[in-house]
Antibody, heavy 122, light 110 residues
């Protein structure tokens, strides 16, 4: 059974870098042939797709965040990570890691982590 | 502004059927069958209800069904129950190699 678990600081200062990790169990990031993604949800607002990374390392980012965003794989730890630099209060959100059920398909996710709240504040 | 358009709210009485629409373009909903629907209760992670337009995952009630016509996808909830009261989101793959979400629809059971 695939399980995803987000981890990282719950509080980040403005202009600093937001860093989160998603630990995967029940599948291998390196061999899987899936797209692994990040989605966020500001308090009281809707869902926003941030970006995804394929098991080969190819990345796909939402255009509005592309200049500040890096998603990477750590296959030795079976984890993938998100780094968002120069954050502002607008980046305050619950961040989810997720994965579709269809191999080689960059599409809406089927499996979600429980989410982690990141607050940007001094 | 969300890429996919959903009504802000839909309501119905217990036992009734309701339909939530999700309107996009030929570059997303209309062009691909990678359309999903999610249910989200307050403080919880989204739960997949429908994938690939009309596929219902194991464990999801048969009261939930999905369809698509042109650039609009729809989620129908039949036999509405109190536990169905939640926020619902649609999502689609896009031609720009991204994933779009709708703005969400609040379902109220009267």
């Amino acid at each position: 059974q695939l399980q995803l678990q987000e981890s990282g600081p719950g509080l980040v200062k403005p202009s600093e870098t937001l860093s989160l990790t998603c630990t995967v169990s029940g599948d291998s990031l390196f061999r899987s042939g899936y797209y692994w993604g990040w989605i966020r949800q500001p308090p009281g607002q809707g869902l926003e797709w941030i970006g995804s990374i394929y098991s080969s390392g190819s990345t796909y980012y939402t255009p509005s965040l592309k200049s500040r965003l890096t998603i990477s794989l750590d296959t030795s730890k079976n984890q993938f990570s998100l780094k968002l630099n120069s954050v502002t209060a607008a980046d305050t959100a619950v961040y989810y890691c997720a994965r579709p059920s269809i191999p080689m398909a960059l599409g809406p996710p089927d499996f979600w982590g429980q989410g982690t709240l990141v607050t940007v504040s001094s | 502004q969300s890429a996919l358009t959903q009504p802000a709210s839909v309501s119905g009485s217990p036992g009734q059927s309701i339909t939530i629409s999700c309107t996009g373009t030929s570059g997303d909903v209309g062009g691909y069958n990678y359309v999903s629907w999610y249910q989200q209760h307050p403080g919880k992670a989204p739960r997949l209800m429908i994938s690939e337009v009309r596929n219902r995952p194991s464990g999801v009630s048969h009261r939930f069904s999905g369809s698509k016509s042109g650039n609009t996808a729809s989620l129908t909830i039949s036999g509405l129950q109190a536990e169905d009261e939640a926020e619902y989101y649609c999502s689609s793959y896009t031609s720009g190699s991204t994933v779009a979400f709708g703005g969400g629809t609040k379902v109220t059971v009267l």
